[in-house]
C-alpha cells in the first residue's frame, strides 16, 4: 500500500493506492481518518486493498511531502564505507545522528531553491528514509522490523561550506526546501527485503551515486535500536539512514548544484524524486 499527500480542491489531502495507479482519499476509504500519525497506524496494521474499491477514484496533482506534523525527524551521517572515505572522515564506532527539520521537505517534484548569500556548495544525498509505525523505547535489533510503518526516498541536501564551516550538521542540511521527500510511502509488505535495494542519484541525466542499501555500516535494527534506547520513537518519525559514495564532495574536482540542475533521486521498488536546483 502505498500513502500520498496531495492538493484536492486546493487543500492538501492524503491519499491511497495499492498499486501506484489507481489513487483514492484516504478519508474516504478509512472512514474520514486524516490524521497523519493515525494514518500511519492504520499503514503499519495493514490496510485491505477492499477497502480502497468502494471509494471514488481521484488524479493526484502535485505530490507534496507524504507526511503531516511528526515529533522526529532524525537523520544518520557517515553510514556507507565509501562515502566515509570519499568525504575524508573516519568510519564511526557507533551511529552519527542529527536533526532533518521537517520544515526542508519538499515533495517529489519540489523545487531546492538555494539562497546564493549563504552557500555556494550545495550537494546532494540519495537517501533511504523509514517511517516509524509504532511507538518504540529499548526496541532490539531483533523486534526492530515490528515498529516499522514504510519506507520512502529522501535527498538529504546538504551546504557543505555551512557544514565545514559550522562543525556541525543541522544548519547545513536544515535549510528550507533542503528535504526533498516522497513520492509516497510503501508499506513495509510490499518491500520483501529493504537491507538489498538499489539507491541510486544522477543530475542532469548523469549517474553520480549507485549502490546497495546492504553496503550500510549500521543496518536499520541496529538504528532503531540505538536511537530508541535513549530516544522515544513515535508513529510517524522517520529515520534518514544515511547516503552512499558518489556525491559532488567526494569528487576529484566537485560539481556541486547549479542553478537549473535536475536531481533525481531513486530507491528500487519505492519510486523517484525529480527535483530542480534555483538559485537565488
Excluded at 111 to 129: A, C, N, R
Amino acid at each position: 500500500m502505498k500513502l500520498a499527500r496531495t492538493l484536492i480542491d486546493s487543500a492538501p489531502a492524503f491519499i491511497l493506492s495499492e498499486d501506484g495507479e489507481r489513487w483514492v482519499r484516504a478519508a474516504d476509504a478509512l472512514g474520514g481518518e486524516t490524521d497523519y500519525t493515525a494514518l500511519i497506524g492504520r499503514l503499519t496494521a495493514g490496510i485491505s486493498p477492499e477497502d480502497l474499491l468502494t471509494a471514488p477514484e481521484v488524479a493526484p496533482a502535485e505530490l507534496l511531502p507524504p507526511v503531516g506534523a511528526l515529533e522526529k525527524s532524525i537523520a544518520i551521517g557517515k553510514n556507507y564505507v565509501a562515502h566515509v572515505e570519499e568525504t575524508g572522515s573516519d568510519i564511526p564506532s557507533h551511529p552519527v545522528a542529527f536533526s532533518k527539520y521537517p520544515s526542508s521537505f519538499v515533495g517529489a517534484a519540489g523545487d531546492i531553491v538555494v539562497d546564493s548569500g549563504v552557500t555556494s556548495t550545495v550537494d546532494y544525498e540519495v537517501e533511504l528514509v523509514v517511517v516509524i509505525g509504532r511507538e518504540a523505547k529499548g526496541i532490539s535489533r531483533e523486534d526492530a522490523a515490528s515498529v516499522i510503518a514504510g519506507y520512502t526516498v529522501g535527498n538529504d541536501v546538504s551546504a557543505r561550506d555551512c557544514q565545514r564551516r559550522d562543525g556541525q550538521f543541522d544548519y547545513a542540511k536544515g535549510m528550507d526546501t533542503f528535504g526533498p521527500i516522497g513520492p509516497w510511502i510503501t508499506s513495509t509488505d510490499e518491500i520483501p527485503d529493504v537491507t538489498d535495494l538499489a539507491i541510486s542519484s544522477s543530475v542532469n541525466g548523469e549517474t553520480r551515486q549507485s549502490a546497495s542499501t546492504s553496503l550500510m555500516i549500521f543496518p536499520i535494527d541496529v538504528l532503531i535500536e540505538h536511537l530508541s534506547r535513549v530516544i522515544t520513537l513515535r508513529p510517524g518519525d522517520l529515520i534518514w539512514t544515511g547516503t552512499p559514495a558518489g556525491v559532488a564532495l567526494g569528487m576529484e574536482q566537485p560539481a556541486f548544484l547549479s542553478d537549473g540542475d535536475v536531481v533525481r533521486c531513486e530507491i528500487e521498488g519505492l519510486g523517484e524524486l525529480r527535483n530542480t536546483v534555483v538559485i537565488r
